[in-house]
């Protein structure tokens, strides 16, 4: 038979909803002997059964849930190359070989694609997966497989070296899954621009996957036009902005090996050393320099790290946020557009307008919104899982 977890009394309702975390608090009788990963049957207080879960005895969130409803599934092989299938194709990605392929891709998004802890994404044919949680750890043989049957002949990289395993309790690690170790920087096309991506060290699998979109809308509006790229990583946004004819660009990270990788990006493009300049350093320092220099810019993307990671971040993430828009709003030349980002979940859509309100209002200059924006499509999020929603941005145009 299998583990079955009880809930208390009430805790059933955001399971029914769909939302696939079930935090310590809300069980009242545990799965005895159940080990880390296994799938577990969860019922409501009253013994309904509302789906199957994986068990993660070390964390907060004691179990997520690979399937909602009274028919429990059997997690396996199958099972992966069913949702990793389905997935890919909400992408317009059919399964098969990859060899040709040039672009890139997040083909797994974890909880939104309802297989919790597990993303996997392309770059090219390379694929790089992300074990997150107990549940695709414990799976990981039939993960490999599935991905094997699906994608034939791609070598698997995997990246599991995100601080959220060490909540479960598990190690970090990195290395090939299937076939050769990926060369130190990968070759990929976004919207017929080259990109290098280092999938062994960069950020996330090595690439701000979930940008795409506002890179080429950024680019838009940078013909002709200066642009400042704030919290750089490798440059995509300056790439896309020098291909639409910006007059220069200006990288800024406090990482030296993103901004490494951003002039390859950009040289790679075809685009000569005069038209960008690199800035390693931090932002909050640098941006006063400018003001206090009186630096301006036409254009200035701010798209920088989760600065909230918890509730009690929250109050100086939202003044760290402030300072950095109110620089922004303060560089930015007449008839100039600010777009700036967020990516902490703790932040909502709502949260973030008031901070970049305030920041427009303490700046003094008169602003209007002129664009939301979001991720990329292929990082979807389920309606029963808010938290999917990470990535927000604002346009703003400057007089
Ligand atoms: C969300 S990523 C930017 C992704 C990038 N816009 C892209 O499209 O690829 C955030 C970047 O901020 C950089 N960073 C973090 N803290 C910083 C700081 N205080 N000053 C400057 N850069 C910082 C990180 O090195 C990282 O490259």
Not at 238 to 264: E, F, M, P, Q, W
Not at 341 to 354: I, P, Q, R, T, Y
Not at 387 to 394: A, C, D, T, V
């Amino acid at each position: 038979m299998s583990h079955r977890m009880f809930l208390k009394e009430g805790r059933e309702r955001s399971v029914e909803l769909r939302h696939p975390w079930i935090f310590s608090g809300a069980v009242a009788k545990a799965p005895q002997g159940a080990e880390p990963g296994e799938t577990v049957e969860i019922l409501a207080a009253d013994g309904a059964p509302l789906g199957s879960a994986a068990y993660s005895p070390a964390s907060q969130i004691v179990a997520r849930m690979w399937s909602f409803g009274p028919t429990p599934v059997e997690v396996g092989q199958d099972f992966f190359r069913g949702r990793i299938a389905a997935a890919a194709r909400a992408r317009g990605v059919e399964p098969g070989t990859l060899a040709d392929s040039k672009t890139a891709c997040r083909l797994v998004n974890a909880e939104s694609d309802r297989l919790p802890g597990l993303v996997v994404d392309h770059y090219g044919p390379q694929l790089v997966c992300q074990l997150l949680s107990a549940g695709p750890e414990r799976h990981k043989d039939a993960i490999l497989a599935a991905l094997r049957e699906l994608f034939p002949g791609s070598p698997v990289f995997e990246r599991s070296d995100v601080k959220a395993r060490a909540k479960e309790g598990l190690p970090t690690r990195v290395g090939p899954l299937e076939g050769l170790e990926p060369a130190d920087r990968v070759e990929i096309e976004e919207d017929g621009l080259k990109f290098l991506v280092d999938v062994k060290r960069g950020h996330k699998t090595g690439f701000y996957l979930d940008q795409r979109q506002n890179r080429a809308r950024v680019a838009k509006a940078c013909v002709g036009r200066e642009m400042l790229n704030c919290f750089s990583y490798t440059g995509g946004f300056a790439v896309h902005a020098l291909a639409a004819g910006a007059s220069k660009v200006v990288n800024l990270d406090a990482s030296a090996d993103a901004l490494a990788i951003a002039a390859s990006n950009i040289q790679l493009n075809g685009h000569p050393d005069s038209s960008f300049e690199n800035l390693e350093g931090d932002a909050f320092e640098l941006l006063r320099r400018f003001r206090d220099s009186r630096r301006s810019f036409d254009v200035i993307v701010l798209d920088p790290p989760k600065f909230a990671e918890t509730q009690g971040h929250l109050q100086r993430a939202a003044r760290a946020y402030k300072d950095i828009n109110l620089l922004a709003f303060k560089l930015l030349r007449p008839g100039g557009r600010l777009f700036t980002f967020s990516c902490s979940g703790l932040v909502d859509e709502a949260l973030f307008g008031k901070i970049v309100a305030g920041a427009a209002f303490d700046s003094g200059r008169d602003v209007l919104v002129t664009g939301t924006l979001s991720q990329a499509p292929d990082h979807p999020w389920a309606p029963g899982f808010p938290e999917g929603r990470y990535l927000k941005g604002l346009e703003c145009f400057v007089e």
